[in-house]
């Protein structure tokens, strides 16, 4: 059993504060996102699903942009450019395969 809290968490970028879980081939993200965050644009070979636990996001993902709630679920397939802003406080929970070994605390 694992208690997402007592797990060390990291500021990966400005206002995004995470946890991780690193299996064999994922990685699972647990992000406290302050209301007004950016996530800048970017892109990776990981293939990635989000989902917003609390709160607003505005996600980018290629060329489509929408705004995400509670218990909405985006799927980013690998290299697609994304990025986006917390319209709130956000809870994000991400999967990414394979895992991200940047993001190992």
Known sequence: MIDIDSLPQKEIIKGFKARFI???????GYWDVEEG?????HQHFHEQVTQVLEGKFELT????TKVYENGQIAVIAPHVIHGGKALTKCK???IFCPVREDYQV
């Open 92 to 94: 994000i929970f991400d």
């Open 37 to 41: 965050a950016i996530l800048p644009m």
């Open 61 to 64: 993902v290629g060329e489509q």
């Open 22 to 28: 690193h299996t064999e081939n994922m990685t699972l």
